[in-house]
């Protein structure tokens, strides 16, 4: 052990040492708790008095060897470097060590022998006697030091012994004879100062690392040297406080304590935040004064803070000391003691889960309740614990039916294809005939997601035969289940219900007997059906608030996913971004992996439809790493469609191809996530130039939204995508019957919808049109914030320009453009523009965006983004209703505001940031 802040206790044992070679008997008593350096110390000492020639008998005391009568004396003889004469002279003694003497009478004439021998052999060459942790010597040896310390104040012998004051109380009388001899010096040795641990950090790790972890290994080592040289050495070998370094270490510690230190804190360890003296009294069987003179010696020698373990580390090192059936025993006892004294369910299911048993017959309701707290906490991986265990030791078979549909909610938050296992015990037409109503509806959303649509088909038509005559509340569950079907999984979905309506819905309450998730996915679905984008919109959002402050249920995911969705899908980005902002912050490691993927793919799709190709492909690798496509079952269209479009964006078209040879379930395209991947696999025919196959997938999407009767829905912009392919094809009246029906169309009123629709009718207009079109249709995505769609926009728009010959302008919406697909990582238009004429690929003066456009007034910004798109003062003037002498004001306090001398060197993506600075002043 390195000794720090210890030279003082150098100063006097140098001292001793020296007076002791000059012949003067001392007794040096080194005390203090374990782990503190009391070994090391007395090392030092006998390297010092060896150095001057002196000789060294060592023993050392054993708390498993205390009822050994002479066991120590026995080390002191037989294991020390004595000559052999003198052996032989000691044999006769050293025998008699080995056994009890037979009356006092003669243990003191055997003591005598012994000592006059060694102050015969310390006349000949100065003795050192050393007895380590004198707390654990046998009695009779503990007698042989005392006798020997009467005796050696004249002699040069040396004896120093290291004792805890605090360990073995019923020995107090034997040691304290001991301290009371005139020559005996004591010494305290207590823990390190904050000061002392930093000093030993910096001497091995260096002094910044001293700097940043001194706070923190104080806190978990109390300042006990052993603890902290073992924190030190965790620190090296990567970092964490780790059970075979800290751990192992207050475990060798707690053995060289008193038995009944050990067993308090493996009390301690099983109780846990729970302990108090009187339990653990009761636990391991000690009288309350032994317990609370335990807790007493483990808070001195700082194992303990606040009658708790200072790290998790020691407290699993301690458990895992424990043998099998100690563990099991002990958590079974403490469960019932604790069950008895009327403690919280969780606690009692938390120890009869570490138990893993259970014998009471209350234990399985205490699971059960546990679980059911666990999943409202949102802790799935404790509720998963406690309902695998019910599960298991219950033996009548309807509760082990109920069970096991907890057990697959649990689970599914962890992972979703966990429950796959499950999944048949439960569709089982006998088993689901048991199973409560809005079990029956959890595990028909459960197999659709894996795509087990027989099975779900089944346990579906049992839940329809039963709801006739039922409760109103079962009745309203059924058209919540049958809306949600209507919107995902339409071929499943019985449509013509009269109760399947919003109006029918109404009157019945949300009660503890229905699911208030459920009816927010049908509430959300139905109006999405409808096409009613705004209240879907507003009602999301009241979702989205609940979110934290309802209890979970098996639809809860299904709901935020949902309301996610809709936001993004209706384009309200600025409010979905805070929410995926705000739930992606409440998320650590800790999070149930289905929650945070299911944040992750919300926020995918809301940085594809701002453009943000990276960002969207960084996150849909999230999404598909913290769960598996396999995990997604028929929602891997989800991550998998958006990972495929921001690759093919991007121009990385093997990673595409990687992306759609996934496996995917066989009935996604009997769902709508269907849509998403056949409307993302078609972009990257496209792309790829198979407009042929491009143009297949993107017909099948309207033949099934037609099929499904979600045209008002507008899942997918099929038409427009199907016009592009027919344009590729060459076949521009197709194209432009899709084109005008999409303008006719209800959801034709969203500025994406419009402007993607707009872009196209530009291609097949007389080129004197096409500047007029497109630049409305560049202002339709400006106002959405759709910079991937812009970019486009831009592309066409300077190639049309260049190509009527208005070479000034062509030249600076050219920049713009290719500006504005460097910011989407879209690299195959960032190359169409760089193909362009070579005096329009120059890209001298493309200026990166400005903080300062956030000091610009809107009327200064909208006259800016106008002149970066290459009109003239006039131009804008007209444009926007202002005389010609205000636009050039306008421009002056631009110029001056973003520190730039002429138009050319405005930002080119001044409007970018400009519409991004309006929505969020909107939003605020």
């Given at each position: ?551 979970g249920t098996a639809w809860t995911e299904e709901a935020a996913l ?244 208005n070479r000034r302008r062509a030249r600076t919406v050219f920049r ?109």
């Amino acid at each position: 052990m390195q000794l720090v802040e210890r030279d003082g206790h150098f100063t006097q044992l140098d001292k001793h040492v020296s007076e002791f070679v000059s012949g003067a008997g001392r007794l040096i008593l080194l005390h203090g708790p374990v782990g503190t350096g009391k070994t090391a110390l007395l090392q030092y000492c006998v390297d010092r008095a060896a150095a001057a020639g002196a000789l060294v008998l060592s023993a050392v005391g054993s708390a498993a060897e205390e009822s050994l009568p002479f066991g120590v004396l026995g080390q002191l003889l037989r294991g020390s470097p004595l000559p052999a004469e003198v052996v032989a002279r000691l044999c006769p003694a050293a025998r008699a060590a080995d056994q009890t003497a037979p009356d006092e009478a003669e243990t003191l004439r055997l003591y005598h022998r012994l000592c006059v021998a060694l102050l015969d052999l310390a006349g000949q060459r100065p003795l050192v006697v050393t007895v380590d942790d004198l707390q654990h010597t046998d009695d009779a040896s503990m007698q042989f030091v005392v006798h020997l310390a009467r005796r050696v104040h004249t002699a040069p012998v040396l004896v120093v012994v290291t004792d805890d004051l605090d360990q073995r109380p019923d020995r107090w009388s034997l040691r304290s004879t001991l301290r009371r001899q005139p020559n005996v010096h004591a010494t305290g040795v207590g823990p390190l100062s904050p000061g002392g641990v930093a000093e030993l950090i910096r001497r091995n790790l260096g002094e910044p690392a001293a700097r940043r972890l001194a706070t923190g290994l104080t806190t978990f080592s109390g300042g006990n040297p052993a603890l902290l040289e073992a924190l030190v050495e965790d620190h090296r070998c990567g970092g964490d406080v780790r059970v075979q370094g800290y751990g192992r270490t207050l475990l060798v510690c707690l053995h060289r304590s008193d038995p009944e230190v050990l067993q308090v804190a493996r009390g301690l360890a099983v109780l846990g935040d729970d302990a108090e003296p009187s339990g653990l009294s009761q636990l391991t069987g000690l009288d309350f004064d032994a317990v609370g003179h335990a807790l007493h010696t483990m808070v001195t020698a700082r194992f303990l803070v606040d009658n708790g373990f200072r790290h998790p580390a020691g407290r699993t090192a301690v458990l895992d000391d424990l043998s099998a059936d100690e563990h099991t025993s002990l958590h079974l006892r403490a469960a019932r003691q604790l069950h008895d004294l009327g403690h919280a369910v969780p606690v009692v299911a938390r120890l009869l889960v570490d138990a893993d048993r259970v014998e009471e017959p209350w234990s399985i309701s205490v699971l059960l309740a546990a679980a059911e707290h666990a999943l409202v906490g949102d802790d799935p991986h404790t509720a998963t614990r406690c309902l695998e265990l019910a599960h298991r030791e219950s033996h009548e078979p309807g509760e082990r039916l109920t069970i096991l549909a907890r057990l697959t909610q649990a689970q599914w938050s962890l992972n979703p294809l966990a429950v796959t296992r499950h999944l048949a015990t439960l569709a089982a037409p006998a088993n689901a005939a048991r199973l409560s109503r809005q079990d029956r509806t959890a595990t028909v959303r459960q197999l659709l997601w894996h795509g087990r649509t027989t099975e779900a088909v089944s346990v579906l038509e049992g839940l329809r035969e039963t709801n006739a005559g039922t409760a109103p509340e079962a009745a309203a569950e059924l058209a919540d289940t049958e809306l949600w079907l209507a919107h995902l999984h339409p071929p499943l979905a019985r449509r013509g219900a009269p109760a399947a309506s919003l109006n029918a819905r109404r009157p019945v309450p949300v009660t503890t007997r229905t699911d208030p998730w459920l009816r927010a996915v049908a509430t959300m679905s139905e109006l999405l059906g409808r096409g009613q984008f705004g209240k879907a919109a507003d009602h999301a959002q009241t979702v989205l608030r609940d979110l934290r402050l309802r209890r979970g249920t098996a639809w809860t995911e299904e709901a935020a996913l949902l309301a996610l969705r809709t936001l993004v899908s209706v384009d309200q980005w600025d409010v979905a971004g805070d929410w995926c902002t705000r739930l992606r912050g409440d998320c650590d490691e800790s999070t149930a992996p289905t929650w945070r993927a299911i944040f992750a793919v919300a926020a995918t799709g809301l940085a594809f439809r701002q453009g943000d190709m990276p960002a969207a492909h960084e996150l849909a690798e999230e999404a598909m790493t913290v769960l598996s496509p396999r995990a997604w079952g028929v929602a891997a269209s989800l991550p998998v469609a958006l990972a495929t479009r921001a690759a093919t964006r991007m121009g990385r078209f093997d990673e595409a191809t990687r992306y759609l040879a996934l496996l995917v379930p066989e009935t996604l395209f009997e769902t709508t996530y269907g849509l998403d991947y056949l409307h993302a696999r078609g972009d990257y025919y496209l792309a790829t130039n198979h407009p042929h196959a491009a143009l297949s997938d993107f017909l099948a999407c309207g033949e099934l939204i037609q099929t499904w009767d979600l045209a008002l829905a507008a899942p997918v912009l099929w038409r427009t995508s199907a016009a592009e392919a027919w344009l590729r094809l060459g076949n521009h009246d197709q194209a432009g019957r899709l084109i005008y029906d999409q303008l006719a169309r209800p959801e034709a009123s969203n500025p994406r919808v419009r402007g993607t629709a707009l872009r196209l009718l530009a291609l097949i207009s007389p080129l004197a049109r096409r500047p007029a079109i497109l630049t409305e249709a560049m202002e339709l995505f400006e106002a959405c914030g759709d910079r991937y769609e812009m970019a486009r926009v831009l592309a066409t728009l300077s190639r049309t320009l260049h190509t009527t010959n208005n070479r000034r302008r062509a030249r600076t919406v050219f920049r713009r453009a290719w500006h504005v697909a460097k910011m989407c990582g879209a690299t195959p238009i960032c190359n169409e523009l760089l193909a362009i004429d070579g005096d329009l690929g120059a890209l001298d003066g493309v200026s990166s965006s400005s903080d300062s456009v956030e000091a610009l007034t809107d009327s200064e910004r909208r006259v800016a983004s106008l002149a970066v798109m290459g009109y003239t003062n006039r131009e804008i003037a007209m444009k926007l209703f202002i005389t010609a002498s205000t636009v050039e004001q306008h421009l002056t306090r631009v110029y001056r505001k973003l520190g730039v001398r002429q138009r050319k060197e405005l930002p080119a993506n001044l409007s970018v940031e400009a519409a991004s600075t309006r929505r969020r002043r909107l939003s605020s």
